[in-house]
């Protein structure tokens, strides 16, 4: 097992930035690939970023440039850092994990954590 605790989110300005942080526990966590979702009201959860085992990212197109995701082994812990938030942006951000690798769907993620919400004012 595999548990996930985020935080770092809250509400912010267009234009302003914000770093979630996803800590894991429970297993080796450098064997996983780590994704971070996103869900805004009314729609379906989608892929925001993914930092494979060896560090390879990928970010989906709609923020690509402006988020950036990271991960440390030393700490168990991902990170995604926002610069630029737009009001699309708003949403709960759900990290989760999956051995293997990449994977771009939901559906392919074994564990999860809570959210954390983000508000982006315009």
């Known amino acids: 097992q595999v548990q996930l605790v985020e935080s770092g989110g809250g509400l912010v300005q267009a234009g302003g930035s914000l770093r979630l942080s996803c800590a894991a526990s429970g297993r080796t966590f450098s064997g996983y690939v780590m994704g971070w979702f996103r869900q805004a009201p009314g729609k379906e959860r989608e892929l925001v970023a993914v930092v494979s085992s060896g560090g390879n990212t990928y970010h989906a197109d709609s923020v690509k440039g402006r988020f950036t995701i990271s991960r440390d082994g030393a700490k168990n812990t991902v990170f995604l850092q926002m610069y630029s938030l737009k009001p699309e942006d708003t949403a709960v951000y759900y990290c989760?994990?999956?051995?293997?690798?990449?994977?771009?769907?939901?559906?392919?993620?074994?564990?999860w954590g809570q959210g954390t919400q983000v508000t982006v004012s315009s």
């Open positions: 989760a994990a999956r051995q293997g690798y990449f994977r771009f769907r939901d559906y392919d993620y074994d564990y």
